[in-house]
Structures are given as C-alpha cells and as structure tokens.
C-alpha cells in the first residue's frame, strides 16, 4: 500500500500510522460495526479501519478518483479484507443519501474535500446512531485555520468551511468533540 502511494507521489495525503492506531483504538472502544468513510484515496485509513471490524463489519467508503479507486482496490485484495469493504466511485455529496438504508451507522471517518466538511457532517448527524462517533482528519489544515485571514496556501472555500465544521463541533449541541494535535489535526466527535 504504501509503496503505491509514494509511486503515485502521494504518500502523506494520507493518515499518519500514529493516526490510524488512534482510529483503531476509538472503532474497538466503540465497538463499531457499520462505518462509512468519506476520501478513500488509495484505502490506507480503509485498511486500518478494516483491519480493526469484526467478522460481520462493514465499511463504506467513497472516492470520486477513478484511478485512486482502482489502486485501492487491488491493496484492499493485498491485505485480505476485501470482504469487508463496499467501494463507492463519485462525488459523496451525491452518494451518501445512497447508504442511508444501511444505517445507522456507528462511525463516519471524513478525509475527503476539505470545503465540504460541514456538507458531511450534516448527513453524518442525521444518518450516525446515538453515540456513534464521527471522526475528520486535517481539521486544522497544518494549523492554518486558526489565522485571522486566509492564507495563500488554502482556497477561500477550505479555509471558511473548515472555521465552519470546527465551529459546529465546538457548538452544536448535537456533538460533543475535540481535536486531536496530530501534524494536520484530527477530530473526534460523539453524536449525542
């Protein structure tokens, strides 16, 4: 999987393994079943979620790069969990009403257009079970998002809608959340 990665020059776009531990630790506390991940990339956090289901586990992930697609899936047959992953190819703005006959759902990871955080977040508060966790990576956009003004590096949209999904985790009353201090922020957040 990694050597996919750094051949296809991205390796870093995805989770950290310090991450991936943490997203393993928090799916065994909850004993999640029924995930949905929103940015599959090439399946390195599909993996690590995967690799911590149970046999009857199921995760749902959605990737709209149809070669990113391709990549995964050959890594998620490499590493013997296969059977547990349903791929999605498309925009998951337009595919996650899609899975709501599977819900509810005990965990949404998001690591996917960084602009349409609270768009996911949204569907995950309406479509996670009581206490279901949603967890979202790079949240603090290499901690960017805490400038008064945007900066060059970001575009206009990533930078005010991830003020935004960090603003409704801190203060919607349906979530109760933090973020993590890894390297890109990583937020962990329970449904109430």
């Known amino acids: 999987m990694r050597e996919r990665l750094v051949s296809a020059d991205r390796w870093g776009i995805n989770i950290s393994a310090n991450e991936g531990k943490i997203i393993q630790f928090l799916i065994s506390l909850a004993k ?16 690590w979620i995967a690799r ?15 070669e990113a697609v391709r990549q995964a899936r050959k890594g998620f047959e490499g590493c013997g969990v296969a059977e547990k992953i349903v791929q999605l190819e498309g925009e998951a703005v337009d595919l996650l009403n899609g899975l709501s006959a599977h819900g509810p759902f005990d965990m949404i990871f998001i690591d996917a257009n960084k602009s349409a955080y609270p768009q996911y977040l949204e569907w995950a508060a309406d479509h996670i079970r009581p206490g279901g966790l949603i967890i979202a990576d790079n949240t603090l956009l290499g901690g960017h998002v805490a400038a008064d003004e945007k900066p060059e590096s970001l575009s206009r949209a990533q930078y005010t809608e991830m003020r935004r999904f960090n603003d409704l985790i801190a203060n919607d009353s349906r979530f109760f959340g933090t973020i993590l201090p890894t390297d890109e922020g990583l937020t962990v957040a329970i449904r109430r």
């Open 32 to 47: 999640a079943k029924k995930i949905v991940e929103v940015g599959t990339l090439f399946g390195y956090s599909t993996v």
């Open 52 to 66: 911590s289901l149970p046999i009857d586990g199921r995760v749902w992930t959605i990737e709209r790069d149809h």
